[in-house]
């Protein structure tokens, strides 16, 4: 192949069409470069590989490569992360998903939200096939068999080359549970027999299943609450008010788009921050930098539950005003602000040990909770019972509900019974028991439900039954209240365990 570098001033590399796949092959490195067709008068950027798979048709005439300045700093580096972006993101472009996928993942750039949009709705698709033949006859069809195959294998590839990069990627972790459950028993030929216990999967559909882990880090760190009151004993306890109305005040109108909705995923994000617990000027009293362990709202007031870590001087906070974003006559008024700034960064100067702030605890420890909530139910009813659990987390702080999944290296002990128990009998205020046939049969069930009979005996009003079936429960009556599982949905009853929790809490 003729190279001819003074064809033109500006050394531009003249090919036809048969001689482009040479050229591809013949280039030493991955870098993205330029092409322009004359006739067609089109121009995008293409790596090698792209323009080896590129079509006749479109690159008819006389077509002219240059290595492109606009599209990489070094056009000659390789980027295998880019690369299968890109790859994938070609294969994919053409996809049509429903588009509530693409509303999804609007936030992201064109190809990741094209990626995702194809991964979550293949997966739903074939997952609640798979749901409905489990349910039938135990059996996954041949077709979709291979097609999830080949859906698992397409992911794992894009999952696992961008583990460590600047763009690694985060999915649900049911859905990753899952994906790895079905890579076990999938074949490839003949169909697949789904396992025995192997339960129904939650189909998540309206809620994003994909993030990009390193963006979600930037965030967490990059940002912190400023809450300061005029009460000069607001923050002598550990619990505080403030007006809704005064929240996100002297905060940037991206974030307050961002958490201007109060729901319960979103108040999990704002007590990933720390946070400055301070007073108005007028108080003359030093603050506390810390974190929210729990935030409340309701009827029009927001209660915070706070850790304080450590002393910041009001001296100190004046000093930094213009490191930490705060406006000249924000001391002087009540409000919540959410900043821009990374605290622990700026904070380190003046001596303040951060590290217990930025090691805020995952876990509660369940020997000596006291739970909103607790549930108790058969193994077989799981699938229903983690749907209402995950629903209630959107209500509720997750650390206040009792349930077996979210607490699983705590009740790897002996004695386990006397923990359960314990945590049924004496710090659960409200026990939701799920009822069906297989609920008498089971041991720890039957260990959780003598607590309950025991509480029933004592005539307190902390028992809500939820009624799957028709099976008999001993110690249940046919005059005692319940809920019936079947007619409403997993939200619908969380709502309704919400509602008692509420009831208990103002008694």
Avoid at 50 to 72: E, H, N, S, V
Wanted: include cysteine; aromatic fraction near 12%; glycine fraction near 4%.
């Amino acid at each position: 192949m003729m190279v001819g570098d003074n064809y033109t001033s500006q050394c531009l590399r003249c090919v036809c069409f048969n001689a482009l796949q040479v050229l591809a092959s013949e280039i030493a490195s991955e870098g993205y470069w330029h092409f322009v067709s004359l006739f067609k008068r089109k121009s995008r950027c293409l790596s090698p590989r792209q323009m080896a798979k590129t079509g006749q048709g479109d690159l008819l005439g006389i077509i002219f490569l240059y290595p492109c300045p606009y599209c990489r700093g070094d056009v000659m580096t390789v980027n295998k992360v880019e690369l299968i972006i890109d790859e994938l993101y070609d294969a994919k472009v053409g996809y049509k998903a429903d588009s509530v996928y693409y509303k999804l993942y609007q936030e992201f750039d064109e190809k990741f939200k094209t990626i995702f949009a194809y991964f979550h709705s293949e997966f739903n698709h074939l997952f609640s096939f798979m749901n409905d033949k489990n349910k039938l006859n135990k059996h996954f069809n041949a077709d979709p068999s291979r097609q999830l195959l080949k859906v698992i294998k397409e992911f794992n590839d894009f999952y696992n080359i961008l583990i460590g990069s600047e763009k690694q990627i985060d999915i649900d972790e049911r859905y990753l549970a899952t994906i790895k459950r079905c890579e076990d028993f999938l074949d490839m030929s003949g169909g697949s027999a789904i396992p025995d216990d192997f339960n129904l999967i939650e189909i998540i559909r309206y809620e994003p299943i994909f993030a990009i882990a390193a963006q979600e880090i930037r965030v967490t760190e990059e940002r912190y609450n400023l809450i300061i009151s005029g009460n000069d004993e607001a923050w002598d306890t550990d619990s505080s008010f403030l007006d809704v109305g005064r929240f996100l005040e002297y905060t940037e109108k991206d974030i307050e788009a961002e958490f201007s909705k109060l729901n319960r995923e979103i108040i999990n994000e704002i007590i990933k921050y720390p946070c400055i617990f301070a007073y108005e000027d007028g108080c003359k009293k030093d603050g506390y930098v810390g974190y929210i362990t729990d935030m409340i709202v309701r009827q029009g007031m927001i209660k915070i539950t706070i850790k304080k870590v450590e002393i910041i001087t009001a001296q100190n906070l004046q000093n930094l005003k213009f490191e930490l974003d705060i406006h000249d006559w924000e001391l002087s008024r009540t409000h919540w602000a959410i900043k821009k700034v990374n605290l622990y960064n700026e904070l380190q100067s003046m001596g303040i040990n951060l590290n217990s702030v930025n090691q805020i605890p995952k876990l509660v420890d369940i020997n000596k909770h006291i739970f909103d909530v607790a549930v108790t139910f058969a193994g077989e009813s799981r699938n229903l019972v983690e749907q209402v659990v995950r629903e209630l987390e959107k209500l509720k702080n997750k650390d206040s509900i009792f349930y077996d999944n979210n607490f699983i290296s705590q009740l790897a002990r002996p004695s386990l019974d006397v923990l359960l128990q314990d945590i049924y009998r004496n710090r659960s205020k409200l026990i939701v028991v799920f009822l069906c046939e297989k609920y008498q049969d089971k041991e720890w069930c039957g260990l959780e439900f003598r607590a309950i009979r025991d509480l029933i005996k004592s005539r307190e009003d902390k028992i809500m039954y939820i009624k799957l079936d028709d099976g008999h429960v001993d110690g249940v009556l046919k005059i005692d209240g319940y809920i019936d599982g079947n007619k409403f949905s997993p939200q619908e009853i969380a709502n309704f365990i919400n509602e008692r929790i509420i009831l208990s809490s103002s008694q």
